[in-house]
């Protein structure tokens, strides 16, 4: 069999036994499970080019997960461009009325609100449940600025969760009051 041959078999053993954890982990990148099949989709197409490239392939999971933030960061970026402010935020809505999907509707939500770098670090460290070492590899960034990041986004989280938290007992005593 040719090398070529081989790399397209032994990418597609690697997808095939991947799949659900690499969807998880693009799942968590992004909060639309369309978007998060499109990211992965890209992420692979780009690994696919690279995939001699990568001398332990225990390493992939890891490579891919990069790729995807990067192109994640990427499409933020060209996002925000065409962005336009508006006075009214719209209401966020809730699929089902499952307490688990709201929470986690929250959730996603609220980490919209982080930067991507910031989103990057809180996905790997406490999602992923990678190290602070593993996640400033996986970034390429000191395990210094991992923490300080990390520090940061988590403080902007709770800032977030405790002000919605606000204008909920707010909302709350309005009705009442009606």
């Known amino acids: 069999m040719t090398s070529s041959g081989s790399k397209v078999l032994d990418f597609e053993e690697y997808v095939r036994n991947r799949q659900d954890a690499l969807l998880r982990s693009a ?4 909060p639309d499970p369309i978007e998060a099949q499109d990211l992965l989709q890209t992420a692979l197409v780009r690994t696919y080019g690279r995939w001699d490239g990568i001398a332990d392939k225990s390493l992939a999971d890891a490579y891919l997960r990069r790729v995807m933030i990067n192109t994640r960061t990427e499409w933020w970026r060209a996002r925000k461009l065409e962005e336009v402010p508006t006075e009214e935020l719209p ?9 688990q999907h709201a929470d986690r509707a929250l959730l996603m939500d609220v980490l919209s609100c982080l930067a991507p770098k910031q ?12 190290s602070t070492e593993e996640t400033a590899e996986a970034l390429g960034m000191s395990t210094g600025t991992v923490k300080s990041t990390l520090h940061r986004a988590l ?22 009051n009606l």
């Not at 799942?27 to 992004?30: A, S, Y």
């Not at 989103?119 to 990678?130: G, N, Y």
């Not at 709770?158 to 007992?169: F, K, V, Y």
């Open 91 to 99: 209401d966020a809505r809730v699929e089902d009325g499952t307490e």
């Open 27 to 30: 799942r968590r990148l992004v």
């Open 119 to 130: 989103r990057s670090v809180v996905v790997l460290r406490h999602w992923e449940q990678m």
């Open 155 to 176: 403080a902007r989280l709770r800032q977030e969760l405790e002000s919605r938290a606000l204008e909920t007992s707010a909302l709350e005593l309005c009705l009442i």
